[in-house]
């Protein structure tokens, strides 16, 4: 089956960039989700296909996604941003939905 | 506005079964695919199952596959999970989600989620 895989943890600075990744097998080739969740709530998705934005989510937001990383970039850090992220993609291999572990974001 | 409530979560002895609800509103529920994922304690997300717009067709993880029946009513505007032979690894925050996009096949991102009902299996 397709994996996922996200580093536990990343720290920054505040007014500093966040990038966490997602590896996966030519990930490249598929569209990536990423999520944010903060103690006690929903998930919400902050990028999806890639690099695309909801509607309230910040232009800070960002993502890349090419060969075998995705990445989400948060520009700005803001102690707001503290949270779990987490990757998703669809495996059509499988058809399955896939996500990664996930990463805590710490705001020093 | 967009709404999902879901309900029917408790504590369950390994082996029964259960059902959980989800009670969608605000949105063209009939138009879009909807999907269930839970969150074990401290742990991560996991996609636990997918349901096409029409219920035509379905897809479930391979820890489920088997045990959990995913279904919907269109005419009441509720997504559905028949959870069975239950086991304590099945404990989770059970959270319905909508997919991103009308009648869109594959799945796409979640947008919105619930806020989750607990799932305890024990003894």
């Known amino acids: 089956s397709y994996v996922l895989t996200q580093p536990p943890s990343v720290s920054v600075a505040p007014g500093q960039t966040a990038r966490i990744t997602c590896g996966g097998n030519?990930?490249?080739?598929?569209?990536v989700h990423w999520y944010q969740q903060k103690p006690g709530q929903a998930p919400v998705v902050v990028v999806y296909?890639?690099?695309d934005r909801p509607s309230g989510i910040p232009e800070r937001f960002s993502g890349s996604n090419s060969g075998n990383t995705a990445t989400l970039t948060i520009s700005r850090i803001e102690a707001g941003d503290e949270a779990d992220y987490s990757c998703?993609?669809?495996?059509?291999?499988?058809?399955?939905?896939?996500f990664g572990g996930g990463t805590k974001l710490t705001v020093l | 506005q967009v709404q999902l409530v879901e309900s029917g979560g408790g504590v369950v002895q390994p082996g029964r079964s259960l059902e959980l609800s989800c009670a969608a509103s605000?949105?063209?529920?009939?138009?879009?695919?909807m999907h269930w994922v839970r969150q074990a304690p401290g742990k991560g997300l996991e996609w636990v199952a997918f349901?096409?717009?029409?219920?035509?067709?379905?897809y479930y993880a391979d820890s489920v596959k088997g045990r959990f029946t995913i279904s919907r009513d269109n005419s009441k505007n509720t997504l559905f999970l028949q959870m069975h032979t239950l086991r304590p690894e099945d404990t989770a925050l059970y959270y319905c989600?909508?997919?991103?996009?009308?009648?869109?096949?594959?799945?796409?991102?979640?947008?919105?989620w619930g806020q989750g009902t607990l799932v305890t299996v024990s003894s």
């Open positions: 989600a909508t997919d991103g996009v009308m009648a869109a096949h594959p799945p796409n991102w979640f947008d919105p």
């Open positions: 605000g949105f063209t529920f009939f138009s879009y695919g």
């Open positions: 349901i096409w717009y029409d219920g035509s067709t379905k």
């Open positions: 030519n990930i490249g080739s598929k569209s």
């Open positions: 296909d890639d690099n």
């Open positions: 998703q993609v669809w495996d059509r291999n499988s058809e399955h939905v896939v």
